[in-house]
């Protein structure tokens, strides 16, 4: 059985394990990510510049991709329901995230 402590919070650490080490070490990597909360934390001064960014964004001139966060992290703060939101299926990504393999 591979080490939890040995890939966690360690950058591409996945990428070293074989299918089979990955498949193995799944359910727990689950359950342990399941106790950590993904809702994340902004100082003042990252609000405001993300409110300050968004401001100054304009159709015109600016494009928006799926790697754009503009705005997301007020909108993350300000609307704590933001990741109960759901899909046409009724899936969330706080259901997915609670979700038992």
């Known amino acids: 059985m591979v080490n939890l402590s040995g890939i966690l919070n360690k950058r591409y650490s996945t990428r070293k394990l074989s299918d089979g080490e990955f498949e193995s070490v799944l359910p727990q990597l ?3 990510l399941e106790q950590i909360s993904f809702y994340f934390q902004y100082s003042n001064d990252e ?4 409110w300050k960014n968004l401001r100054k964004w304009s159709t015109n001139t600016n494009t928006i ?3 754009s966060r503009i705005g997301m992290k007020i909108s993350e703060y300000f609307c704590p329901n933001f990741y109960d939101i759901e899909n046409s299926s009724g899936i969330s990504f706080k259901s997915l ?3 038992r393999i």
């Open 30 to 32: 689950a359950e342990e």
């Open 47 to 50: 609000l405001l510049r993300d």
């Open 65 to 67: 991709n799926s790697a």
């Open 97 to 99: 995230w609670k979700a």
